[in-house]
């Protein structure tokens, strides 16, 4: 163990495994020899097989000691090459992963690592090989379990619309998509700004009503992310991964809602300029994205409605809560009902 706390086995990898408990790794990362890429001169290595079939079968009992110690809620993600073989392409990473699929392992994602600065490749009778296929999985029993935040590895969006100022949204269209059957939309008519830097729009609906919304960031998560408390235990639940600490624990967990913004202390900002609604329109009209001949495809990208419809704000669920406690929550309520 080193200064930092962490534990590195160096040697056989299935001894190296036998010394770890069931259910202790959150993630694992890795990239194994490739058949018949290194030779490392050790009588046990692994990827001088004698064929790719048995170097398959290699991996996969390796996969299988991995599947053991990987918690049910986490993540696998593996980095396999492809070789060649008599001028033929093998599919040694696909082969292997329908393998690993057929051993209790569920794919998600196959991800491609493109190497814009790969080694060039002196054979001329083909094109050159430029990525490699990282695939993500979990444990089959584990698919609808396992913890993976998005949000944590998002980019900021950069497609040249992105809200100026708080007045540019004055005048631009809403849509309440709460209503199911009955979707409103709406105009910005005034824009606000709270002592705490909240931008409050006030928006005028179709049917003459009038209310304050909060404005978003695009930039950001729109839902705001929420902690939960056990009833029973009593400690916060602050992620996917502490939900499944709680199975034992009878009751649903209560959320710990944040302060309720106040209107009261609103002030009006006024626009530095002159805005005409006829300068949306003409912003719509020459909007030539992939959404132009076909708007009902554009399903509910933030970045899709402000493309095409000039969609700044969008009224819908506030808080964003942990989807294993919806689940859970939906099935108690439909076992209920059946056995009403």
């Known amino acids: 163990m080193n200064e930092k706390g962490v534990i590195i086995y160096v040697g056989d990898v299935f001894k190296a495994l036998n010394l770890l408990p069931n259910n202790i790794v959150d993630c694992i990362i890795t990239s194994p020899p490739y058949w018949k890429q290194r030779n490392y001169n050790h009588p046990k290595q692994i990827g001088q097989?004698?064929?790719?079939?048995?170097?398959?079968?290699?991996?996969?009992?390796?996969?299988?000691?991995?599947?053991?110690?990987?918690?049910?809620?986490?993540?696998?993600?593996?980095?396999?090459?492809?070789?060649?073989?008599?001028k033929e392409l093998l599919l040694i990473p696909e082969l292997i992963a329908i393998e690993l699929q057929k051993n209790g392992w569920s794919l998600l994602n196959k991800i491609v690592w493109f190497k814009p600065n790969a080694m060039p490749s002196s054979i001329k009778s083909r094109f050159s090989n430029v990525y490699e296929p990282i695939f993500l999985f979990v444990k089959r029993e584990s698919k609808y379990k396992y913890y993976l935040s998005l949000d944590k590895l998002r980019l900021p969006a950069n497609n040249g619309i992105n809200i100026k100022s708080p007045e540019d949204i004055l005048g631009y269209e809403v849509q309440n998509s709460l209503l199911k059957e009955d979707k409103i939309k709406g105009k910005v008519i005034k824009v606000f700004k709270t002592s705490n830097n909240h931008i409050?729009?006030?928006?005028?609906?179709?049917?003459?009503?009038?209310?304050?919304?909060?404005?978003?960031?695009?930039?950001?998560?729109?839902?705001?992310?929420?902690?939960?408390?056990?009833?029973?235990?009593?400690?916060?639940?602050?992620?996917?991964?502490?939900?499944?600490?709680?199975?034992?624990?009878?009751?649903?967990?209560?959320?710990?809602?944040?302060?309720?913004?106040?209107?009261?202390?609103?002030?009006?900002?006024?626009?530095?300029?002159?805005?005409?609604?006829?300068?949306?329109?003409?912003?719509?009209?020459?909007?030539?994205?992939?959404?132009?001949?076909?708007?009902?495809?554009?399903?509910?990208?933030?970045?899709?409605?402000?493309?095409?419809?000039?969609?700044?704000?969008?009224?819908q669920r506030r808080y964003k809560i942990f989807q294993p406690i919806i689940a859970d929550y939906l099935s108690y309520w439909r076992k209920k009902e059946v056995l009403l």
Do not use: M
Not at 58 to 63: D, M, P, Q, R, S
């Open 49 to 86: 097989e004698k064929n790719y079939l048995e170097y398959i079968e290699k991996i996969v009992e390796v996969f299988n000691q991995l599947k053991r110690v990987l918690k049910p809620t986490g993540t696998l993600f593996l980095n396999i090459g492809y070789k060649y073989q008599d």
């Open 200 to 315: 409050i729009a006030e928006v005028l609906w179709e049917n003459g009503k009038t209310t304050f919304e909060v404005v978003q960031d695009f930039d950001k998560e729109s839902q705001l992310p929420i902690e939960l408390v056990c009833p029973k235990c009593k400690k916060t639940i602050k992620s996917e991964i502490d939900v499944y600490t709680h199975n034992n624990c009878d009751g649903f967990p209560e959320p710990i809602l944040p302060p309720k913004i106040s209107f009261e202390d609103k002030v009006e900002l006024k626009p530095s300029k002159l805005l005409f609604i006829t300068d949306i329109n003409f912003k719509k009209r020459n909007y030539e994205g992939k959404f132009k001949l076909s708007p009902e495809n554009r399903g509910a990208s933030p970045g899709a409605r402000k493309s095409l419809f000039g969609e700044y704000l969008v009224v």
